[in-house]
């Protein structure tokens, strides 16, 4: 039977095997290499910049004007009953300074027995001697709960900051004289109370009969107190157990004598306070 014209004769089929095997490889081998991702090539090392070549050089920031001396003259400032602040400014020149806060006894204003502090409590310190919150007689007084007192004394000391504030460097000293020594206790209870920052790091307490507890004081950030009396001040024995009290529980406290007198201050109060003070505010 004759083949049919569109045979492909065998030797034929082959080699066109053969072409399409090796088209199919070409095509392989052209897909994976376009596939590949090119490696990239090193970029070559620059030599390192100059000193501020290329580079941004911000002007240096001139320091402040130093601040003008302060007067070292008394200043009475007006509290929010009208009454006054007496502010007695550092006696030496320096940039700033600390606050000493005197608050006085009962039924008095605070010039006079912050006068009778002198030098005391101005040896690189401010003197402010703020009035009672309430008055007794005619005087200020202090009196009332307090957080009363703490406000009435926060408010004051707010005012001093206004006018002085650049001038203060907080690392204050709070005194308290008879009643103003329990006004004292009382304002630190308070601020521990409500949660307020520590503004007193040490303690004066002077002829009152009071025991404060360490704990809050503690917690008050206080870190020194003195107890201060006359011999013949009934507060004496009370104010030296709770120098006492207070050391055992590890606050460090003292007791120091005002001389042979009772419930009043001496005449050389200055002299005899300065001490006190210089050691209450040791770190």
């Known amino acids: 039977m004759p ?41 070559p090392s620059l030599p390192p910049l100059a000193a501020n070549d290329g580079a941004t050089v911000l002007p240096t920031a001139l320091p402040s004007p130093p601040l003008p001396p302060l007067s070292p003259q008394r200043v009475a400032l007006a509290d929010e009953r009208g009454r006054s602040i007496e502010v007695y400014p550092p006696l030496d020149a320096r940039p700033s300074a600390p606050l000493v806060v005197f608050l006085h006894a009962t039924c008095m204003d605070p010039r006079p027995v912050c006068d009778l502090v002198g030098h005391a409590g101005r040896e690189g310190t401010f003197l402010v001697c703020p009035s009672g919150n309430d008055t007794c007689f005619g005087a200020p007084d202090w009196h009332g709960p307090a957080e009363v007192k703490s406000a009435f ?76 009396a006359g011999d013949q001040d009934g507060a004496r024995t009370t104010m030296q157990r709770a120098a006492a009290k207070l050391t055992a529980a590890g606050i460090p406290a003292r007791y120091i004598s005002l001389g042979p007198i009772g419930h009043w201050l001496p005449d050389d109060f200055d002299q005899r306070l300065s001490p006190g003070i210089a050691w209450v505010r040791q770190r």
Do not use: M
């Open 3 to 43: 083949r049919s014209s569109n045979a492909v004769p065998a030797r034929h089929s082959v080699a066109l095997f053969a072409c399409a095997l090796a088209a199919g490889l070409t095509l392989a081998a052209f897909a994976f290499t376009t596939s590949r991702p090119a490696r990239a090539e090193p970029t």
């Open 153 to 228: 004394l926060t408010s004051a000391l707010e005012k001093v900051e206004q006018r002085w504030g650049k001038y203060i460097a907080h690392d204050d000293t709070l005194i308290g004289w008879s009643r103003g020594a329990f006004a004292a206790r009382d304002i630190l209870y308070a601020d521990v109370a409500r949660g307020a920052a520590s503004r007193f790091t040490s303690l004066v307490l002077i002829a009152a009969d009071v025991t404060p507890d360490p704990v809050r004081l503690t917690k008050a950030g206080i870190r020194r107190v003195l107890f201060t």
